[in-house]
């Protein structure tokens, strides 16, 4: 009685074991064919964004100690308007490489900033900010001369 009690439930743990490693492979299998980031596109910033104010400090702080100042990993660098609307599709920010970087969409080795790349709202600005045209709203640091 005891033994055939626990043979009743050796079936259904071994089948449910077995399912889980089949799951578990598919899963490391498919990391290792693609390389990808495994990251997900979130949603755009649904307000107003601005470059100066909500853009360039995202920027700052994440990217140019790698690409700005002299610092040009990869031989990228991000403080000229030209370089940045290089990973810019206008107006199509799913599509845009530094959505697709810093999101995490990717191969893994191109993720922005390496390996973490952005947290969810930050890429939701930056998607806010090339849904909206991507805009350059720096004003000059002096008025130009006469
Ligand atoms: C800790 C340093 C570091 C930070 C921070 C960083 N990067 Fe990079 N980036 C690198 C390195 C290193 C490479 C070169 C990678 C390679 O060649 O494999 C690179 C390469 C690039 C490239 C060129 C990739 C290509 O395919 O040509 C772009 C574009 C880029 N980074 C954008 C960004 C952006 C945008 C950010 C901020 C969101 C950022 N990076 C933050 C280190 C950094």
């Not at 990391?31 to 910033?45: D, E, I, N, Y």
């Not at 700052?60 to 040009?72: I, K, L």
């Not at 939701?124 to 002096?142: E, H, M, N, S, V």
């Amino acid at each position: 009685m005891k033994n055939s009690l626990r043979i009743r439930w050796l079936f259904p743990a071994c089948g449910l074991l077995a399912l889980c490693t089949l799951l578990a492979s598919a899963d490391r299998d498919e990391g290792k064919h693609k390389k990808s980031g495994g990251g997900t596109l979130p949603p755009a910033a649904t307000r107003q964004v601005s470059y100066t104010n909500d853009v360039k400090p995202l920027f700052a702080d994440n990217c140019f100690g790698c690409h700005a100042d002299g610092e040009h990993k990869g031989g990228y660098r991000m403080d000229t308007q030209a370089q940045i609307l290089k990973l810019v599709s206008k107006g199509n920010s799913a599509k845009s490489k530094l959505i697709r970087m810093t999101a995490g969409l990717v191969e893994r080795d191109e993720i922005m900033p390496p390996k973490t790349g952005l947290k969810p709202a930050e890429v939701g600005i930056l998607r806010a900010w090339i849904d909206q045209g991507a805009k350059f709203d720096d004003k000059p640091a002096t008025k130009p001369a006469k």
